[in-house]
Every structure is written in C-alpha cells, then in structure tokens.
C-alpha cells in the first residue's frame, strides 16, 4: 500500500511539472528531460491533429463530390423538363420559336411573372372560354 501510494505521488508531481509548476526543484539534465518529453508530446498532438483535419478535408472532399454528381443530375432532369415544356408550349401555341411562345403569352394575358421569360416554366390561369349555347351560371347571393 505504501509502494502505491509513493507512485500516486510521483505520478502527481510529474503531473504537475507537465502543466509547469513545481519546476523549481528540478536541475538543469531534468528541465532539458521535460522540454523534450514536452516537445514529442505536442509532436504526438500536432500529427494527431493534422490526421483528423486530413480525414475531414477528405470526407467533405468526397461529400462535395457526392453533392456535385448529384447537382448534375438535378440539372439534366431539369433541362430534359426544360425541352418537354417547349415541346408542350408548340403544340399548344403552335409557334416554332418559345421566344414566340413567351411574347404572344404576355401580350395575350397582360402580365409578366418578372423572372427569366426563358425558362420555359410558367404557369397560368384563365377563365374557362363561354360557348353561345351555354348560360352563365347565376351568382347566389
């Protein structure tokens, strides 16, 4: 019991000259022993440290990847859907040129959406066309 209790004190104050204090006592062969157990310590630490940033740089290197491959993917889907909407504007409009398409749109109905008339993407309501032999429906009030 004594022998364990003389090691939890060795233990303790190498402990404590690790964090710096209590070197007062220590010669100069032992200042030297600790600078250099310190400085293969911080060594240790640093390549330590370097391998987890290095890990990391990596898996968000591999993360980006993965993100790029599937931005790709989302931007042929959307060009595919891109050409579909043209297709679907000239059988609609029967115009050959979705430039067409979009100016005889704003002129038609009266309003632009304010984005890029050339995404080919808008979307628009319109009151149901009256044929003579219907009757408009009475209002009930």
Do not use: C, W
Not at 63 to 78: A, P, T
């Amino acid at each position: 019991a004594e022998s364990l209790r003389q090691q939890l004190n060795d233990l303790q104050e190498i402990h404590r000259q690790l964090k710096g204090e209590e070197l007062s006592s220590l010669s100069i062969k032992d200042l030297e022993n600790l600078e250099s157990q310190l400085e293969r310590s911080l060594k240790s630490v640093r390549t330590k440290k370097d391998q987890v940033l290095s890990d990391e740089i990596q898996e968000l290197n591999r993360q980006g990847v993965i993100i790029h491959q599937e931005n790709m993917k989302l931007f042929k889907e959307v060009s595919i859907l891109r050409k579909e909407n043209a297709e679907l504007y000239k059988k609609v409009y029967g115009a050959e040129d979705i430039n067409d398409i979009n100016r005889s749109s704003i002129k038609r109905h009266g309003f632009s959406n304010g984005y890029d008339l050339h995404a080919h993407l808008h979307l628009q309501l319109s009151q149901p066309e009256q044929h003579d032999n219907e009757k408009p429906e009475k209002a009930m009030v």
